[in-house]
């Protein structure tokens, strides 16, 4: 029997050299894992936050989420449209490793990416004067999907601690303070952005913004592949005789998370919702006042505003009639 036991587990081993051999298939992984998140980089944002940021990761089971984590430690939960996030409630002048790992749709979490470390700096005292605006904005596109940003460096009493590029009203990079350009992606082809920069000291003051500087991406984009997706459209009669519209739609897949998005209403924007805390990751709904009038009919669609901070293209447009339960 011993020696039968010998060659079985002899016999495992050089399955396990040829197979990856693991009693339950643990071949199911068989490749299928999600793959170690790469281009890993983090900047001290303030003396208590640090950017994180990475590319994003690929999986025939499709991505559902990102874990961060600050040493063993796991800090956050990030949706899968999201590659960045901002760590916050640390310590200062305190040094710190992070590293994030891929989770799939089916659960499964990849292995963790490379560590990097960044280094909080010392809070400031009684700091309340804010960098100077950030001068001389400069940009040259990089291709349909990125841009280059150069600018001159802000000043402060203290130091500066990072550099937060917005396009428009939304934040959509950081670099650390002792940089004064930056590559941003995740854009659109063909499409017109504004661009401005923001200087933070170490005590969070953030500087006024510089000039904006406009650029337009090369090629072409019908806005089709940013659309909400299955829109749907009907109305419903409250007790007190008001009307209301109910929406449903499957958010655009984006490089990073829609929050916000636009209701158009006979061919004009009516309203604007943006969902605070965590954006739904699948259907999205919402409902609002149209009034106490049967049998008036109503054109509704909508687009979300993406993270690269322009707006995508719009769903397909449904036809409502109150009183009727009915839409098209």
Not at 110 to 133: N, Q
Not at 197 to 212: I, K, M, Q, T, Y
Not at 240 to 250: E, I, N, R, S, T
Not at 298 to 303: F, K, L, T, W
Request: aromatic share 6%.
């Amino acid at each position: 029997m011993p020696v039968l036991l010998r060659r079985s587990a002899l016999l495992c081993a050089l399955l396990a050299l040829l197979t990856s051999c693991a009693w339950g298939g643990a071949g199911d992984e068989n490749g299928r894992l999600p793959a170690a998140p790469v281009g890993v980089t983090v900047a001290a944002g303030s003396a208590t936050s640090v950017h994180v940021m990475w590319n994003a990761v690929s999986s025939v089971a499709g991505i559902e989420g990102y874990e961060v984590y600050r040493g063993t430690t796991k800090v956050e939960d990030v949706p899968g449209s999201q590659h960045m996030v901002d760590v916050t409630r640390l310590r200062p002048a305190t040094p710190y490793v992070f590293s994030v790992r891929a989770r799939d749709t089916e659960g499964r979490l990849g292995p963790p990416s490379r560590e990097v470390r960044a280094t909080t700096p010392a809070a400031a005292a009684a700091d309340r004067s804010a960098p100077t605006r950030p001068g001389e904005l400069r940009g040259r596109t990089a291709g349909s999907r990125a841009v280059q940003l150069t600018w001159a460096a802000s000043a402060d009493d203290r130091d500066v601690v990072s550099y937060d590029i917005y396009q428009g009203d939304t934040k959509i990079h950081s670099v650390g303070g002792n940089q004064t350009a930056a590559v941003v992606t995740g854009l659109r082809p063909g499409t017109r952005y504004s661009f401005t920069v923001r200087a933070r000291d170490a005590a969070d003051n953030l500087s006024p913004a510089g000039d904006s500087v406009r650029l337009t991406t090369p090629g072409s984009d019908d806005g089709r592949g940013t659309a909400p997706t299955d829109f749907r459209a009907t109305t419903r009669r409250e007790a007190d005789g008001a009307y209301y519209l109910d929406l449903a739609w499957v958010p655009p897949e984006t490089d990073g998370v829609v929050t916000e998005y636009q209701v158009h209403l006979d061919g004009r924007a009516a309203t604007s919702l943006v969902f605070g805390g965590t954006p739904p990751r699948g259907r999205a709904t919402y409902s609002f006042y149209l009034g106490r009038g049967a049998g008036e009919s109503h054109r509704v669609r909508i687009r979300a505003r993406l993270p690269d901070g322009t707006w995508g293209g719009l769903s397909a447009e449904r036809t409502v009639t109150t009183g009727t339960a009915t839409d098209r």
